[in-house]
């Protein structure tokens, strides 16, 4: 069979677990990111991952211009530091230098730089949290420069992932044309996922609530005083979530058709990180991120086996099906119905009046409970309905297992870009 008609077997054979996955927003953007031109070394021959085909060489085209930098200052001014990992880096650099710096001067003997002294090191504040009291740690005013520091790190991240790692892996695998940049971004989302479920489970561990012991939302209420890999935890998933939303309002990224669902769905999670985080909900805040991000680890993991397998496509779909049952309905019903009909486990003095100024964000008539609960039974609304798709068109992946399955939406998903993106990355010649 020529390699064309392999290749459109394939396309066909994908659609409906493409279907599946590509209706779901979640937390991606990266379906209609605009595509990536990077220069492969002309010896180069990549390997191929089953059932992909043998690709045919391909010219070489230069690195796009979106990811060249006209220079450190002319990037920030522009924005273009957000897509060119070099830029970001740099600024990410500023924290640990501030840091460096200070550490210098005080071991130098200048006294206004001595721990207790007149100048705090911003640099330490901005990388590890600070305001440590009674063995744990409590909210600052620096928080900010921490979320700061780690919004500009991820974007670092992020860009350097999927350009100079996930980029080139794809080419080598054998992913073509308007796929290899999706498949980059579920990459960095595995990346991410994987790295944050881990750290989750440890953080987890160790709170009273594991597992899924809800009451312990409101026991003790308020947890003012947190640990440090708790409060590490929460700002720099906060300062991840806070980059995904300047992505996607600066639309650096081509708007994908569900751009107002995923609009929405940023803004209710920003909105319940912020106030889980003021009003001493965190223990909460673990578990519903611990729901989410498996969850989201299972279908980014899903989506880059179906760019690379038809055979294998189908049992990954069912693993994240299984797992999204159970974390995304399950486990946040369960935390749906508790949170309301547990909240008045809080002592009453702690939920008497609301006091910004005094860190009292409760009052008796649940003002706290239901500006919690409303934004959540609305995530859970928007999960039921994506529920629906992904069982209906699982049903009929695995019905037609291994036979052409033609997809009933249109045929942009899969083709992507006319021309192929070279991601092979820069070498030197």
């Not at 080419?171 to 991410?192: D, N, P, S």
């Not at 803004?267 to 889980?276: A, E, K, R």
């Not at 690379?308 to 159970?326: A, E, G, N, Q």
Request: glycine share 6%.
């Amino acid at each position: 069979m020529p390699t064309s008609s392999r290749q459109d077997t394939h396309r066909r054979r994908s659609s409906s677990v493409t279907a599946a996955l590509n209706q779901i927003p979640l937390n991606q953007q990266g379906d209609g990111i605009r595509p990536l031109r990077v220069k492969s070394h002309p010896s180069f021959s990549p390997v191929v991952a089953p059932g992909l085909g043998t690709p045919s060489k391909v010219k070489a085209r230069p690195l796009s211009r979106r990811y060249v930098s006209d220079g450190l200052w002319s990037d920030v001014k522009t924005g273009k530091w957000l897509l060119i990992p070099s830029s970001s880096f740099k600024l990410s650099l500023i924290a640990p230098i501030l840091y460096l710096l200070h550490v210098s001067l005080a071991y130098a003997g200048v006294e206004a730089f001595q721990p207790g002294g007149q100048i705090p090191n911003i640099g330490e504040k901005c990388l590890l949290p600070s305001n440590e009291q009674d063995g744990g740690y409590a909210k600052t005013w620096w928080d900010v420069a921490l979320l700061v520091h780690y919004i500009v790190f991820w974007t670092f991240v992020r860009q350097f992932m999927t350009l100079k790692v996930l980029a080139p892996l794809a080419f080598k695998l054998g992913v073509r044309g308007g796929k290899i940049t999706r498949f980059t971004e579920q990459g960095y989302a595995v990346f991410y996922y994987g790295i944050y479920v881990t750290y989750g489970l440890y953080v987890m561990r160790s709170l009273p609530t594991w597992y899924y012991k809800t009451e312990y939302f409101f026991i003790d209420y308020p947890h003012k005083i947190i640990s440090f890999r708790l409060k590490f935890y929460y700002l720099t998933q906060w300062a991840f979530w806070a980059q995904q939303t300047i992505i996607l309002a600066a639309k650096v990224e081509k708007p994908r058709k569900d751009y107002k669902e995923l609009v929405l769905h940023h803004i209710v999670t920003i909105w319940l990180i912020f106030w889980s985080y003021m009003a001493h909900f965190t223990y909460f805040g673990v578990a519903i991120f611990f729901t989410m991000d498996t969850s989201d680890l299972f279908f980014s993991l899903a989506k880059c086996v179906n760019y690379l397998s038809d055979f294998w496509s189908i049992p990954f779909l069912v693993w994240f099906t299984i797992s999204w049952t159970y974390l995304r309905h399950y486990l946040n019903l369960l935390i749906l119905y508790n949170f309301p009909t547990q909240y008045d486990l809080i002592p009453v003095a702690a939920r008497s009046k609301i006091d910004f100024y005094n860190d009292s964000y409760l009052d008796s008539y649940g003002f706290m409970k239901w500006q919690i609960f409303i934004p959540i039974a609305a995530l859970q609304a928007l999960n039921l309905f994506w529920y629906f798709l992904i069982l209906r068109i699982l049903v009929r992946a695995v019905w037609n297992w291994g036979e052409d399955v033609k997809d009933d939406r249109s045929e942009d998903e899969d083709e992507g870009e006319e021309e192929l993106e070279e991601v092979a990355g820069k070498k030197k010649e």
